[in-house]
Structure formats: structure tokens, C-alpha cells
């Protein structure tokens, strides 16, 4: 079964059972080693920068991005 399966069918779950599930993958998250979560950040960080080299994601500035953040927050 792929990720994109299970997915799907994961999010046919109810809210309950989701947050459950979801809690529990977030807790699974703790017990990398250090490698592995250097891996995880490195995949993550060359998934966003291909994202904005093909276009399907644009950059913003600092000043925006915390603009916007204060904005929400009051």
C-alpha cells in the first residue's frame, strides 16, 4: 500500500480517530535518532526548494512572513 493509499483512507477516518492517530505518528516522531531526523530535515528542505524551482511555490520575505504572522495575532 502506498502513502497516498493510506492517506486516502486515513482521511476517511473520523475526527476522533484521526486526532488519535495523528497524536500518536507525532509522538512516533520523538523517538528518532539524530541521523534520521537530519535525513527527515534534508528531504524536507530539497521537497521546498524543488517546489519553488518548478513554480508550485513562491517565496515571500521575512518582513512579509512576520507582518502577516503579527496581523494574525492580535
Not at 492517506?7 to 495523528?22: G, I, M, P, Y
Not at 516522531?29 to 530535515?41: P, Q
Not at 517546489?51 to 494574525?72: P, Q, Y
Request: charged fraction near 35%; glycine fraction near 2%; proline fraction near 0%.
Amino acid at each position: 500500500m502506498t502513502v497516498q493509499q493510506i492517506e486516502k483512507q486515513v482521511l476517511k477516518l473520523d475526527a476522533n480517530t484521526r486526532a488519535k492517530l495523528a497524536s500518536k505518528l507525532l509522538s512516533s516522531l520523538d523517538e528518532l535518532t539524530e541521523v534520521e531526523n537530519e535525513k527527515l530535515w534534508a528531504e524536507e528542505a530539497m521537497r521546498r526548494h524543488n517546489e519553488l524551482l518548478s513554480g508550485k511555490a513562491k517565496s515571500r520575505s521575512s518582513e512579509l512572513v512576520f507582518k502577516n504572522a503579527r496581523t494574525r495575532l492580535k
